[in-house]
């Protein structure tokens, strides 16, 4: 049996990403997390962007999940 059970292609190698193509994309995720922490961590009370309990109870399970007191 002269066969082998992996096939031997020769796939091209793959460019490394450089590190300004990359900035933006870093800079979009590291704001959107921290728009997502604010909200889930923070939005009640004194801090709150929005008047009323809407988003509080929206996001009250998660912040329970997550381990952020809410009351």
Do not use: K
């Not at 590291?30 to 962007?49: D, H, K, R, S």
């Amino acid at each position: 049996m002269s066969h082998s059970a992996v096939p031997t292609t020769n796939a091209p190698a793959l460019a490394p990403i450089s590190l300004s193509a990359l900035a933006p994309w870093a800079v979009f995720v590291g704001i959107l997390m921290l728009v997502l922490l604010y909200f889930v961590g923070a939005e009640q009370g004194a801090t709150a962007i929005f008047e009323g309990e809407t988003i509080h109870e929206w996001l009250h399970d998660g912040r329970h999940l997550l381990g952020f007191p809410c009351h």
